[in-house]
């Protein structure tokens, strides 16, 4: 699984990034806790196995259709794990990018760090005296103790050596005071929690700039100034969700300072800010709306829909634990074991790219999540012209990522130099400067054609291999 403004998007971002769990069961995380870097200022814990006991995992048969249908499931968390602890550090600024994760798993089982390299393709290497995999995802896995595994993304290897030492020797530095809070709030009947600390993220000129754009405030008798101070004390997010027969989610976005003056464009502002960032979901227009001296809360059911995309914005590096049972399987003959593997996996790059499209007019941080998720994918038994393609795949979206991110430094750097001048206009398509001379329309051109010939190059390349692919195994892909 694994894990990325302005004012209102910096709201959004945390609205969409934190899950809730428990006082009783934040001592069950008590142990792992004290193995995450000090740095993180986003937290996920998960406690797995209520997750998988839960009225709505065990009407779906999530566990059990793990191992085969993963990807049709909207929060992907390997069964063998019993909790985890998911921590990062997000680029607030810059679409959620995430800058590094670290994962801690409690295992139900050990698991075989030979087994896990050949599932994930990768190796197996030694930092010190501490076994680890190289994965071809840019992860390392780390075995922690028996039954202790360690993730951790990107595949810096002096990062994890770092890592493993002060694990050694005990010297960390603690987790930021809101993290820390947000961590105690778990309850008992919540499996999930995550936390997105914002203190001191936000910029008064984005701030400023936010508010414009929304026109939010037209027709409210406040003062824009105040307003933008009480939201200047924005402190984090917390999200937490409790699966019982459905999925049951409470937001709370806290801040320093007395927001109350809030209250009467509370939920229009916290929804306008998930739409800035891609984070959209169509359950809060019916979620109820809170407003606390220092906090916005809003509550409300949420869909599948809504909880795979919430979900998709903070994975795992990897959740292929399942596939290692079928490495030690030798009932089934060799040949459909990879067209099976190799139809699964096609089917999965298939829906991954149909979201990304659906995704991807929202916010330019789904290709590179769409990416990490390609990364994920079982590999086990799947053809190799498949795995070449996946690998493409990945490769191309991340760099439709990097150029959409220039653009956007680009047109960022000259908003940020004050008013634009209409020089005049071609073909229906107005033509503006600033004083830096950058053209604010040639980049959202730009923008686009990174958009339309990227997917144009996918969609050619995944009918390209679909007939390759049919044409060799003599079944339809």
């Known amino acids: 699984m694994n894990v990325r403004g302005s004012i209102v998007a910096l709201s959004a971002v945390a609205l969409s ?36 006991r839960s009225p709505m995992a065990l009407r779906k048969g999530w566990k059990e259709k793990f191992a085969t249908k993963s990807s049709e499931q909207p929060i992907i968390l390997p069964p063998e794990a019993n909790r985890f602890i998911l921590a990062s550090h997000l680029d607030p600024q810059n679409n959620l990018h995430s800058d590094w994760e670290v994962a801690v798993i409690d295992l139900s089982e050990p698991l075989s760090m030979s087994l896990l390299a050949r599932a994930e393709g990768g190796y197996i290497d030694s930092i010190g005296r501490t076994q680890v995999v190289w994965t071809p995802s840019h992860a390392y896995l780390i075995e922690l103790d028996k039954q202790l595994m360690g993730m951790v993304y990107p595949d810096d290897r002096q990062a994890v050596s770092h890592w493993v030492d002060w694990m050694r020797t005990g010297k960390n530095t603690p987790l930021s005071p809101y993290l820390e ?105 019916q979620w109820s709306t809170e407003v606390e001296e220092n906090a916005i809360i809003l509550r409300g059911q ?119 001048v209409d020089v005049g206009s071609y073909g229906g398509y107005g033509y503006y400067r600033n004083s830096t001379g950058v053209n604010l329309a040639q980049g959202g051109a730009q923008t686009g054609s990174i958009r339309t010939g990227g997917m144009q190059q996918i969609d050619n390349g995944l009918a390209d291999m679909r007939r390759k692919m049919t044409q060799k195994y003599h079944v339809e892909f």
């Open 17 to 52: 990034l934190v899950f809730e769990g428990t006082p009783a069961a934040y001592g069950q995380f008590s142990d792992l806790l004290p193995r995450i870097p000090g740095s993180a200022n986003a937290l996920v814990l998960i406690d797995v196995d209520a997750f998988y």
């Open 181 to 285: 809070k947000a961590a105690k709030r778990l309850r008992s009947e919540g499996q999930i929690v995550l936390a997105l600390d914002l203190t001191n993220v936000l910029q008064p000129h984005r701030i400023d700039k936010a508010l414009k754009e929304t026109k939010i405030l037209e027709g409210q008798k406040v003062s824009p100034r105040a307003v933008a101070e009480a939201i200047s004390s924005l402190q984090g997010v917390t999200l937490t969700i409790q699966f019982g027969s459905e999925a049951q989610a409470e937001v709370r976005i806290d801040f320093a300072e007395n927001i109350r003056m809030l209250k009467p464009f509370a939920k229009e502002l916290v929804l306008a800010a998930m739409n800035r960032v891609g984070a959209s979901v169509n359950d809060p227009d």
């Open 302 to 420: 949420l869909s599948e829909a809504g909880l795979t995309r919430l979900s998709g914005l903070l994975e795992l590096p990897t959740s292929k634990f399942s596939t290692l049972k079928e490495e030690t399987k030798q009932t089934q003959d060799p040949a459909q074991a990879q067209l099976e593997a190799s139809k699964r996996y096609f089917k999965s790059l298939e829906k991954l790219v149909t979201s990304l499209r659906q995704e991807m007019r929202t916010s330019n941080l789904w290709f590179e999540k769409t990416a990490r998720k390609i990364d994920g994918l079982p590999i086990l038994n799947v053809d190799d012209d498949l795995l070449g393609f996946g690998s493409w795949l990945s490769k191309n979206l991340r760099q439709m990522a990097e150029g959409l991110r220039g653009v956007g430094r680009e047109v960022n750097v000259a908003q940020s130099y004050g008013p634009y």
